[in-house]
């Protein structure tokens, strides 16, 4: 799967018109999670995150690729062999708008210091 | 604790002519697009005709765009000691608006469409401290502040500048310095998401034939090609009006005749020609577009 076909939009359209093999909004939802997972921890229970993990970005993130450029900015991506590693420090929360009626991911790290 | 400097307000040939006289006699003072505050007497003289009375919240005030949109930042966003962002955000301060120019040219019915308050209508969607690309939510939401300044446009697009200032003009006699400053709204993302959403506006005028773009200003040579770019705009429910319409001519950056409006430029036959160009590269205004309506959706839900 290359970069441009991890697109939210993208794995949306292809499930839409059935080309993908992604029928159902469950199966589009692991394909968004696996995309995220590759940054870091993924949670959709605010309990499971470290205590001292703290936001780092206010923002919901709804594209993986969108939040790939935020964390490649802020120096918060690892590769190795052209994969992304996740990193240990970085977790992500998921969780579903009804405003959006679609899930949001937004950026914590851990506190690692001490 | 800081002395609050004492505000001189002048008509506008008295204060050109105190700049001058500052600038001859060698004193020390900071520059602002209406204002002058000279730090060794601690006062500022201010162009009249700039300012309008304002509700400063203890008593009314003739303010300039700058200090109403500073006061209207302060009063909704609370104690801001900064947005917050990392170092590499920096570059985001290099987004540019979009401008286009795809040469000189004449017709018999170019249309100018003009986006409503274009800044305002982006930024009352946005947060201060908005993550880029294309996040949704934020602590420092903007909706306060252009609500508290609609009725004024240069208050309205003062915020932008001031999101985005980091450096002061000073003078001593004609030397002038740049100071940079701390800025406590200073928010690289927030300009970033403007531009880029402006650009994606650009690229789509550019698909329906658009041939002069300047910001949010849009030229199209012909009748069908503005109103196809119109119905876009519906759709996005972007507000915009026709400036005018009819004969003209394009002879160069800023300087155009389109019906009965006529750039100063163009009344002044300058310049005749100019080399296409454009400011207006995104890659991915698909996404845009779907941010856009992400914002409208959780702005109004």
Known sequence: MTMHETRAEYIRRIADDGAGGLATSGEIEIALDVEYAKFGQVTENIGDLPTDAHIRARGLFTDPQDMREYLERGGLVSTSGGEYQPLSWVWILKSYSDLLQEYTYQVFIRDTSD | ?301
């Open chain 2, 1 to 301: 604790m800081t002395k609050k400097n004492v505000r001189v307000l002048l008509a506008p040939a008295e204060f050109r002519e105190t700049q001058r006289v500052l600038m001859d006699d060698g004193v020390y003072f900071i520059a602002g697009s209406s204002s002058l505050s000279i730090p060794a007497t601690h006062t500022t003289y201010i162009d009249q005709s700039s300012t309008r009375l304002w509700d400063m919240g203890d008593n009314v005030e003739a303010v300039t765009p700058g200090e109403a949109a500073r006061y209207e930042l302060a009063a909704h966003l609370g104690d801001i000691r900064r947005v917050g962002w990392s170092r590499n955000d920096i570059t985001l301060f290099d987004h540019r608006v979009p401008l286009y120019f795809s040469g000189p040219g004449r017709s018999e019915e170019y249309v100018l469409v003009d986006l409503v308050g274009a800044y305002h209508q982006i930024y009352r969607l946005l947060w201060l401290d908005v993550s880029y690309p294309r996040a949704l939510g934020g602590r420092y939401y903007m909706a306060g502040v252009a609500g508290a300044l609609e009725s004024w446009k240069a208050a309205r697009n003062a915020v932008v500048g001031i999101s985005r200032s980091r450096e002061m003009t000073a003078y001593r006699g004609y030397n002038r310095y740049s100071i940079t400053t701390t800025n406590r709204y200073l928010s690289p993302a927030f300009w970033a998401t403007i531009c880029s959403l402006l650009c994606w506006v650009a690229t789509e005028a550019i698909a329906y034939g658009a041939v002069y773009i300047n910001t949010d200003g849009y030229i199209f040579p012909s009748e069908r090609m503005a109103d196809e770019f119109m119905l876009f705009l519906l759709r996005y429910d972007w507000l915009f009006t026709v400036r005018a319409r009819g004969p003209g001519e394009i002879r160069g950056w800023n300087s155009y005749k389109v019906g009965a409006k006529e750039t100063h430029h163009y009344k002044l036959g300058l310049p005749i020609g100019g080399k296409e160009f454009t400011s207006v590269n995104l890659a991915d205004a698909e996404k845009w577009s779907r941010y856009w309506l992400r914002l409208r959706r959780y702005g109004t839900g």
